[in-house]
T-cell receptor
């Protein structure tokens, strides 16, 4: 089993739709959780940190479920510019950040 | 303004010809990381520096070396690039290690090996 697992997608959604991604992690000692956005052939950019019960930033909401060891990302009112790969990243409290392989989102006009 | 700067953005080298990739940061972060990312794959950690302490990942080939002459700069040396080393190389920094520390990435260097 991979340490961090994501559905690779692609998720093809119309503009204005709500879309949700899940990410599961295997290490119950994981401490910090992040969602990064990565555009094609570009670097990962931090979208949100998820520390406790989750947080919201505009159209984006991240949730953490420690009991079931997953985090989710909800995007409301999808824009064309949201098209990207979304990387789930988990840190176990050390130097190590474990990346999922990413979920591809394509928002269609 | 970019806080983690990688040079060059694109690098073409020949099979077996040494190449050096550069990373600099203006964040004064203690930790600098080098990742290799191939198409449709997750970034793979090669090594990291915690201040001057070098920490190699167990599965990083000997072909990959790194130097950190000061807080701001870190270099990735590929001694004899093979075709399989063609990838995006990402430099990242974090203030410290452990809980709550966010990684900031440079724009990456895309390496092609001919």
């Amino acid at each position: 089993r991979k340490e961090v697992e994501q559905d690779p997608g692609p998720f093809n959604v119309p503009e204005g739709a709500t879309v949700a991604f899940n990410c599961t992690y295997s290490n119950s000692a994981s401490q910090s959780f992040f969602w990064y956005r990565q555009d094609c052939r570009k670097e990962p950019k931090l979208l949100m940190s998820v520390y406790s019960s989750g947080n919201e930033d505009g159209r984006f909401t991240a949730q953490l479920n420690r009991a079931s060891q997953y985090i989710s990302l909800l995007i409301r009112d999808s824009k064309l510019s949201d098209s990207a790969t979304y990387l789930c990243v988990v840190n176990d409290g050390t130097y190590k950040y474990i990346f999922g392989t990413g979920t591809r989102l394509k928002v269609l006009a | 303004d970019a806080m983690v700067i990688q040079n060059p953005r694109y690098q073409v080298t020949q099979f077996g010809k040494p190449v050096t990739l550069s990373c600099s940061q203006t964040l004064n972060h203690n930790v600098m990381y080098w990742y290799q990312q191939k198409s449709s794959q997750a970034p793979k950690l090669l090594f990291h520096y915690y201040d001057k302490d070098f920490n190699n990942e167990a599965d990083t080939p000997d072909n990959f070396q790194s130097r950190r002459p000061n807080t701001s700069f870190c270099f990735l040396d590929i001694r004899s690039p093979g075709l399989g080393d063609a990838a995006m190389y990402l430099c990242a920094t974090s203030r410290d290690r452990g809980v709550g520390n966010i990684q900031y990435f440079g724009a990456g260097t895309r390496l092609s090996v001919l």
